[in-house]
């Protein structure tokens, strides 16, 4: 599975962005998918997930601002990211796991590039 996120750039405090992954190869039915990030000198933290069945999950400090999507036909996640904040400048990652349950660790079995997320105060 080869996975591509796009959608990161330069937003100011209070701004949004939408950030896009799109998987390939042999996804099969059952996976969930994540958003994750990596600040400047912090270690990597979990955002957001999805099941396949549409469920989710998210970090206490993006609920009510960030919403994790999918759709199953193209094989595409995304990240609707609204009211950023500069302290969520980071390099934002999509990851993709075998299975249903929804799962917040960093045991993902395939990781994308990532896409930087630049916001400004």
């Known amino acids: 599975v080869q996975l591509q996120a796009s959608g990161g750039g330069l937003v100011q405090a209070g701004g949004s962005l939408r950030l896009s992954c799109a998987a390939s190869g042999r996804t099969g039915s059952n996976y969930i998918m994540a958003w994750f990030r990596r600040a400047p000198g912090k270690e990597r933290e979990f955002v957001a997930g999805i099941a396949s069945v549409g469920t989710t999950t998210y970090a206490d400090s993006v609920k009510g601002r960030f919403t994790i999507s999918r759709d199953n036909a193209k094989n595409m996640l995304y990240l609707q990211m609204n009211s950023l904040k500069p302290d969520e400048t980071a390099v934002y990652y999509c990851?993709?796991?075998?299975?249903?349950?929804?799962?917040?660790?960093?045991?993902?079995?395939?990781w994308g590039q990532g896409t930087l997320v630049t916001v400004s105060s």
């Open positions: 990851a993709f796991r075998y299975g249903y349950s929804l799962y917040s660790g960093p045991n993902y079995n395939y």
